[in-house]
Structure formats: C-alpha cells, structure tokens
C-alpha cells in the first residue's frame, strides 16, 4: 500500500555511515519529509552528504550522535563488519527502528546477536522492493512455468565503474576485512535465491580473486546449489565484466522466465511457444531503494507494516555465505539443514 505521511510526522532519522549507501539514504528519507542527522568518522563525508541537502547535525562518533539528541530511526549504512555492533548499541541507548544496510554482517554467527532484537530490525536487501523482481517472483511462484527446474542468477559488473568518484582501491569493496568482495557485498542474489527457493540442501563453491585489481578480497564466485525438489541453480557473481550484466533466470516443466536488469525487462516463454512474450518496466534503479525507505517509515509509526527483509533473511543470506566460503576452503560440497 502507499504510505501517506501528514506534515506534522516528520521523522529525525540519524544515518550512520555517510558513504554511498548513507546518501541515498539520506536524499531518499529527505525525499519523503523526514529530517536527517549523520554520523561518520570521514569528515569530508559528512561534507558530501551535507551538500546533498539539509542535516540537523553532524556526528564524527555514534556515542555523541546518541548523546546530543533522541532519534526516531536510524540507517546503518557503516560497512558490514560494524553492523552488528552499531545496531546493538543504538538499540540499547534508544529501542527504535533501525534499517540495516546488507549485508546484515560479515558471518551468520556475528549477526545471530541481533535474534533479540528481530522485531525492530529491517535488513536492505533491497531488491525485495524492486517491481520487477516482485512479478518474476509472483509468477514464479503462482506456477505459471510449472515445476522449477533449474535458475541462474549473474551479476557482473567491474568495480572500477562502481564508484567512479573515488578510486576503487579505496572502496571498501576492495578490502575482506572490511567485509568488501563479490561474495558478501552481492549477497543480494543469496537473498534473491532464498527469497524465491526457500534454503537449499547443498552447496558446492569457488569464491576467488583472478583478476589483475589491486583488491586482497574475493573478485569471482561460482556456486553449484542443490535442492531437496530436484532444482538446480547456478549462482555467478563477478567484479570484472564490462559491460555490467545482471539478470536471472527460471526453467520450469512448462516454460521459462528471464529478467534483465540492464534491459528492466522480463522474458516469458510457455510450453509449446516459440518466442518470447516481454514486459517492460519503467521503475528506475532508486524505486527499491525509495520503497524499502516507505516500508521503514510506516513501520516507526506504528502501522502494520508487513517486514519484507528480516533479521532472519539476513542471517539466512550469511549461512549461505558461510558455506560457500567452507566449500571453497575445503574443496567440497556443504550440506545445510
């Protein structure tokens, strides 16, 4: 449903984290009405973040942000490896909502120490907003190809095109310990897997780094995953490729659906047809991040808002990471129950 917010329910919200997530956060909720407040280490972040719009104050710690004021939200938009701990701490200083940007740690058992906490925790898997991804799973689900039998998920996209503004050794998708690389950071498509598929049974994975970028974290992972029905699906996500590709697609017993997200169009073929029938979409890119920002807004107001991203999504998301990381250690396939 469309959220309608009156004049006098404007929303202090305090972004932690002004990097590139932190932003578009903070544009979008401004967007929306809510007045922001934003916490960073960088002081030329906060700069960057200021000129985009209007900031009640600017924070160089989270332990003077919570101090100088009482908030009705907070964006957690650090990288992954601080997640965890920033989101613990501004609930224990003041039980609000708090979106958490993906993914929702650096392992399933660091994030299990937000379980407590579930019911005020969204997690921005945000391509659970996006329209498009919505109807490929609406029809994946209402069974209009038939059984599934296998799908694919790909991203490709070079990181030195992801931030064109900064160097790309200074992202920190170029650093693991900083919870960067193609494993955790396009997670999305682990979550996009589980959201459609449910957990699988098995998983078999190469997560690597094989290209000349100057990074110390994963640039190409290969996933074999099995399920329990007799569906296979084949999981690539890289930081090489130009040009950039995302796309997934389904098999079933009586047809096929494709989607690309460069072309923002879903491919559609049923038995005994020889030519694809095309739905074209005019949502742009920011629309999934515009609908989870109205999700996070009717959940502080109390109305009963149905949460599309849990802490148990993310934690799912992270045991699926977690295994692809033990399969590449070890050579060999992770059964998980």
């Known amino acids: 449903m469309s959220p309608h917010f009156s004049d006098d329910s404007d929303l202090h919200i305090l972004v932690v984290g002004a990097g590139s997530a932190g932003k578009r956060h903070a544009r979008n909720l401004r967007l929306l009405g809510c007045r922001i407040s934003a916490c960073d280490p960088r002081h030329d972040r906060l700069l960057e973040i200021e000129h985009e719009g209007p900031l009640v104050r600017t924070f160089a710690t989270l332990d003077r942000a919570l101090l100088a004021d009482v908030y009705d939200g907070f964006i957690i938009a650090s990288p992954p490896p601080y997640h965890v701990?920033?989101?613990?701490?501004?609930?224990?200083?003041?039980?609000?909502?708090?979106?958490?940007e993906k993914p929702l740690s650096t392992s399933a058992q660091d994030a299990r120490r937000l379980k407590p906490h579930a019911g005020r925790v969204m997690v921005g898997y945000t391509y659970r907003w996006w329209p498009p991804i919505q109807t490929f799973r609406s029809m994946l689900r209402s069974g209009e190809?038939?059984?599934?039998?296998?799908?694919?998920?790909?991203?490709s996209a070079h990181l030195e095109d992801w931030h064109p503004w900064e160097k790309y050794q200074d992202f920190f998708m170029a650093h693991r310990a900083q919870g960067g690389g193609a494993l955790l950071d396009e997670s999305h498509f682990v979550d996009l897997m589980l959201w459609m598929l449910g957990l699988p049974s098995k998983v078999y994975a190469h997560v690597d780094k094989i290209s000349s970028l100057e990074i110390d974290s994963d640039d190409n992972v290969d996933m074999l995953v099995s399920y329990p029905n007799n569906i296979r699906v084949n999981l690539h996500l890289d930081l090489i490729g130009r040009p950039h590709q995302r796309s997934i697609t389904a098999v079933g017993e009586a047809g096929t659906l494709v989607?690309?997200?460069?072309?923002?169009?879903?491919?559609?073929?049923?038995?005994g047809e020889h030519a694809w029938t095309v739905e074209q979409f005019n949502c742009e890119r920011n629309d999934m991040f515009l609908g989870a920002a109205k999700e996070?807004?009717?959940?502080?107001?109390?109305?009963?808002?149905?949460?599309s991203c849990s802490v148990e999504d993310g934690i799912a998301a992270l045991v699926v990471v977690d295994?692809?990381?033990?399969?590449?250690?070890?050579?060999?396939?992770?059964?998980l129950d």
């Open 85 to 100: 701990d920033q989101t613990l701490q501004v609930l224990d200083s003041q039980y609000k909502w708090v979106m958490c």
């Open 323 to 335: 295994a692809c990381r033990h399969s590449a250690r070890t050579g060999s396939s992770v059964s």
């Open 296 to 307: 996070f807004m009717l959940l502080i107001h109390g109305e009963d808002a149905h949460v």
């Open 145 to 155: 190809i038939g059984a599934v039998r296998s799908m694919r998920f790909v991203m």
């Open 259 to 271: 989607y690309s997200y460069e072309e923002n169009a879903l491919r559609s073929s049923r038995l």
